[in-house]
């Protein structure tokens, strides 16, 4: 069974830096998206990041030009590097992975535990 593992996250003040990193344990026949996504409290999952098979890159405008994202395919890893946080980015930031476990059926998504990123004023 495919697990995603997080590691990162923490607090920061306003204007600070943090990184978060993702990997992949468990055998799996294909993947095709890997990146993240938040969730603030009272509000639902919203996608931060995601970089796709191909190099393309979806990301909330919100977080354009303070986050990047870095997937290695060969490894099954991906990681967010995240500048100038601001208070609004606080939430639990979930890493996806969109992956086909076996080649007779279809691809899946497949979730982190999360891990918490608060940013104080």
């Known amino acids: 069974q495919v697990q995603l593992v997080e590691s990162g996250g923490g607090l920061v003040q306003a204007g600070g830096s943090l990184r978060l990193s993702c990997a992949t344990s468990?055998?799996?026949?294909?993947?095709?998206?890997m990146g993240w996504f938040r969730q603030a409290p009272g509000k639902q999952r919203e996608i931060v990041a995601v970089?796709?098979?191909?190099?393309?890159?979806n990301a909330a405008d919100s977080v354009k030009g303070r986050f990047t994202i870095s997937r290695d395919t060969a490894k099954n890893t991906v990681s967010l590097q995240m500048n100038n946080l601001r208070p609004e980015d606080t939430a639990v930031y979930y890493c996806?992975?969109?992956?086909?476990?076996?080649?007779?059926?279809?691809?899946?998504?497949?979730w982190g535990q999360g891990t918490q990123v608060t940013v104080s004023p």
């Open positions: 970089h796709n098979d191909g190099g393309h890159i």
């Open positions: 468990g055998s799996f026949f294909s993947m095709n998206a």
């Open positions: 996806y992975a969109n992956i086909c476990p076996n080649s007779w059926v279809g691809y899946k998504d497949h």
